[in-house]
């Protein structure tokens, strides 16, 4: 049987609207229990008109969000397709929502079917050019999948759980397993109990045991979403507008979530000081919150003024217990659906739980690389992580490459479940091209194995290089919409080079190398290879000795010429003009010879072992040009001039 996730995965699930709700069998009555978030007790009515002939179209619609809202996706899809059906002109965001439901059931064509008409509904939704400019979201997601192993726990209840936090070594998450009593009142929403704070006191191999966190933290409402300094001495934590034994309602008599802040007052941790925070309002939520690896930075989910869609994700400096100014995640983050949950590595990665995002089912995972102020690309985690359930509040440990994470899946022992995994291998978190290649022999396409291959950059410096294996193959890990070329070398063989950009988009790309077998050398020892590459006099600026922009032209042609001949040593030669003294000359000379060198090694990837070189200074003049003699600039520039003689 599906099973139903509870309220918490969005931000406005935790609301409270404290009104009863009776039922009744007229469609009237069914939108009374459901304006006041009565889902389970307003379906009831709704389904007592739908079977009475009642299709109209806000019926279709309440009936489907009130399985949408917990998440039952089979049911709603069927009820959002008859509503699809019942009228040419739906509102935009429920066929988005019939696409999610679609995709949730795995009904991936149908999904996209959907989102193409969501597309040509509202193009300018930022989840229809998602998906448009997306369409190989599946390809992506299986690239990340199958970098995690789920690890099952034992200290589920058969309600919900979930939200889990790192403290003390331990684990603080949420739970509502906690049975109905004449203090602890029911939501209306699911009419499930409400949510406390428990502690796992043990993580025993056999067997583990749950109590609850801190009488001064849990209150009768909901607490949920903790977040702890490494001292363990400051938490924050979510709870609905319930402050001081104060409830208080937005306009329309909702009650809604707020962030509070506790300070440890004991070393049993019972006993916590708790303030709320001074961005809450009675008119919005603010939930979920999770700390920066320094501390400094408190993140957020908020419907708040200025909200993007359904949630938005936020952040605020914290500086000396004060907090500073409320900033959106902005456009890479957030979308027009919900952005929930977040969580912040200590490799300063953001992970959160999105349905406006391509996935796979309801929320996914996602994850998004943090550099100061810069949010980089946002990456599916991929399965085991998601599915076609909702999937949310993920936290892992950067260090041991341990963590938890919550989930409706099939399988689960309740509403929603915590799993545990361990990550074998590194995900995806910004933009990558795998470059899968070979080196093969040109005249049989024999492999060519213990060719050295570089990798360049689109300024031909040498960023990477490998030793292709005994079938020839070798692989690079690349940046996406960048310009590449890689090189292939071995002795006796020419060298094989391909140009090319990546695309701008996760995936991998094929490339051979085909070499061909060289014996010959190209010219006779003693040689200057300038003439026979046609490379202009390379020119030092007077008394300077640093490679000149025209100078790595030239350059390069001799880098081409020794990957091409791999046996070849060359012997760098570099002459002055007569001006200034002799020694200073020979010195400068030499600077400019060694500075060749190392163009050639650092930029072309050239092994020192091939080159030799010094400075000749004034005694190779080319003209007349020697001390005293008076000389045109064009003339004296003649002598100033490097020589590349093959030696080996």
């Known amino acids: 049987m599906k099973k139903i996730i509870t309220i918490y995965i969005s931000l406005f699930f935790l609301s409270i609207n404290v009104l009863s709700a009776q039922e009744k069998k007229a469609v009237k009555e069914g939108n009374k229990e459901f304006e006041n978030l009565a889902y389970i007790e307003a379906r009831q009515s709704y ?74 509904t509202k193009g300018e939704d930022y989840r229809a050019n998602l998906f448009v400019n997306e369409r190989n979201y599946l390809e992506e997601i299986e690239m990340q999948s199958g970098r995690f192993e789920l690890i099952n726990v034992d200290f589920n209840s058969e309600l919900s759980d979930f939200a889990p936090a790192f403290y003390q070594g331990s684990l603080i998450y949420s739970s509502n397993r906690e049975q109905r009593s004449a ?53 924050y934590f979510t709870r609905n507008n319930y402050t001081d034994k104060d409830y208080k309602e937005d306009e329309d008599g909702t009650n809604r979530l707020k962030l509070y802040r506790g300070t440890r007052i004991d070393t ?109 690309d946002v990456f599916n985690l991929g399965r085991p992580i998601n599915g076609p359930d909702d999937d949310f509040t993920f936290i892992i440990n950067s260090d041991t490459a341990l963590g938890y994470f919550a989930s409706n899946r099939e399988g689960g022992k309740g509403f929603d479940d915590i799993y545990s995994f361990k990550m074998y291998k590194p995900i995806i978190s910004r933009c990558e091209q795998a470059i899968n290649g070979v080196v093969l022999n040109k005249e049989n396409d024999q492999p060519i194995g213990n060719a050295t291959v570089y990798l360049l950059d689109e300024n031909n410096k040498v960023i990477n290089e490998k030793t292709s294996r005994t079938d020839g193959s070798f692989d690079f890990t690349l940046d996406c919409s960048k310009g590449y070329s890689i090189r292939s070398t071995k002795e006796t063989y020419s060298t094989a080079e391909k140009v090319f950009n990546t695309p701008n988009r996760t995936g991998s790309i094929e490339r051979t190398l085909f070499m061909k077998k060289q014996d010959e050398l190209p010219a006779p020892l003693g040689t200057d290879i300038a003439p026979l590459l046609g490379i202009n006099i390379i020119y030092f600026d007077l008394d300077k000795s640093f490679i000149t922009k025209d100078a790595e032209v030239e350059l390069r042609k001799v880098i081409d010429f020794m990957y091409v001949y791999p046996n070849v040593n060359i012997d760098v030669r570099s002459h002055t003009d007569s001006r ?69």
């Open 47 to 120: 389904l007592r008109a739908s079977n009475k002939g009642n299709k109209s179209v806000e019926l279709l619609k309440n009936l489907g969000d009130s399985y949408y809202f917990n998440a039952d996706y089979t049911n709603a899809a069927k009820w959002y397709g008859e509503l699809m059906q019942s009228s040419d002109s739906i509102p935009s965001e429920y066929i988005y929502r019939f696409a999610l439901s679609l995709k949730s059931d795995k009904r991936y064509l149908a999904s996209d079917n959907a989102m193409e008409k969501f597309y040509q």
């Open 183 to 235: 203090t602890k009142r029911v939501h209306d929403w699911n009419e499930q109990p409400f949510l406390d704070l428990y502690k796992l006191n043990s993580t025993g191999v056999l067997k583990t045991s749950s109590s609850k966190f801190s009488s001064t933290v849990n209150s009768i409402y909901h607490e949920s979403t903790a977040a702890f300094s490494k001292d363990g001495l400051t938490m």
């Open 268 to 376: 049993g941790n019972t006993n916590w000081d708790v303030e709320e925070l001074p961005f809450n309002s009675d008119e919005y939520s603010v939930a979920h919150p999770a700390l920066s690896p320094d501390e400094k930075t408190l993140y957020f989910a908020s419907d708040m003024p200025g909200t993007k869609g359904l949630s938005d994700l936020y952040k605020v400096a914290i500086k000396d217990s004060v907090f500073g100014e409320i900033k959106n995640l902005g456009d890479k983050i957030n979308t027009e659906g919900r952005e929930t949950f977040p969580f912040i590595s200590e490799d300063n990665k953001i992970y959160f739980a999105s349905d406006g995002h391509v996935g796979l089912g309801g929320l996914d995972v996602f994850v998004s690389e943090l550099n100061d102020d810069k949010i980089g």
């Open 580 to 648: 200034n003294t002799d020694q200073y000359n020979i010195d400068l000379s030499d600077r400019r010879a060694k500075s060749t060198i190392e163009y050639l090694v650092t930029v072309g990837g050239i092994s020192r072992a091939r080159l030799t070189g010094q400075g000749y200074g004034e005694t190779q003049l080319r003209n007349k040009c020697s001390d005293g003699v008076k000389c045109s600039e064009s003339e004296h520039q003649l002598n100033r001039r490097s020589e590349f003689i093959i030696v080996k």
